[in-house]
């Protein structure tokens, strides 16, 4: 709807036209970094690892070879998936500034907010395509070796896409407001960190130790584990090797513990993307 008074224009758009702008935006975000050499390169390491694991498993005893698979590919497609979502996080936005795509799209009807959205979107529906392709390798892979497909892989498949949705937040959030290297340092920071979370949680329960003697890194280690998300929470590769199953109370808790600490990320990703000058 369109309305002139005193010569001005006021368009009043329903959030019907943000989607559509958030999905063009989403749409081309996806076709961008599928075109990217580095997103391929990863993905082929990513192949090439889990083919290795069958080669590898030769060198295990019979009964051994499946759970060597396994192995390999709890670790590699989590891992690639991180490392994807740290690159290509950190890299498409300042892709546009660089090469000031950027100044021709914001003066067009879209707000920098739908911009940003788009961006993220697109990159975690990348990232999704890229887990079920190397999903897809590993399952045969383990199927050569006499495996099977069972719910606890299933569950960690699942937490492993909701913790990269949470690192491509971060990084997000990161590029919004810095240059690409040290977005990825920050954003690989706070992943190690997440990481070991649990570990720095326990240390300063102890009676000595850096956390607890020196008060800086006191200060380090209560921050850390009251602002850093526990990304531990979506390790469930023990339970896959012995075999447990993964309840649906802790899939959903995890699940929505992950996603609220997203959005978080993007929201302060947009706050600061709003407010950033790129003259």
């Given amino acids: 709807m369109k309305s002139t008074h005193l010569g001005l224009e006021l368009r009043v758009e329903g959030a019907g036209a943000a989607l559509r702008r958030v999905a063009a935006v989403t749409h081309n975000t996806l076709r961008e970094a599928g075109r990217h050499r580095i997103f391929y390169g990863l993905v082929a390491i990513a192949v090439a690892l889990l083919l290795l ?40 936005l300042h892709k546009e500034i660089a090469d000031k795509t950027i100044y021709a799209i914001l003066p067009k009807p879209i707000r920098r907010s739908e911009f940003l959205l788009g961006k993220f979107f697109g990159l975690c529906l990348l990232l999704l395509i890229e887990l079920v392709v190397l999903s897809g390798c590993w399952f045969m892979v383990l199927s050569f070796r006499g495996g099977h497909v069972t719910q606890p892989i299933v569950a960690a498949l699942t937490l492993s896409y909701v913790e990269i949705v949470l690192v491509t937040a971060i990084a997000t959030f990161f590029s919004a407001m810095s240059s690409p290297a040290l977005s990825g340092v920050l954003t690989f920071g706070l992943f190690v960190a997440g990481r070991i979370s649990y570990v720095i949680s326990d240390l300063m329960t102890h009676t000595k130790g850096v956390f607890v003697e020196v008060p800086a890194m006191r200060w380090l280690g209560r921050f850390l584990v009251s602002v850093v998300p526990d990304l531990s929470t979506f390790n469930v590769a023990d339970d896959v090797l012995l075999g447990w199953q993964v309840s649906g109370a802790y899939m959903a808790a995890a699940v929505g513990y992950g996603l609220t600490y997203a959005a978080v990320f993007v929201v302060l990703g947009l706050l600061v993307f709003e407010r950033r000058d790129f003259t």
């Fill in 53 to 92: 694991s069958m080669l590898v498993s030769d060198l295990a005893l019979v009964d051994q070879k499946a759970r060597l698979v396994q192995d390999f590919g709890l670790f590699t497609i989590p891992f690639i998936g991180v490392l994807t979502a740290i690159v290509m996080g950190v890299v498409l």
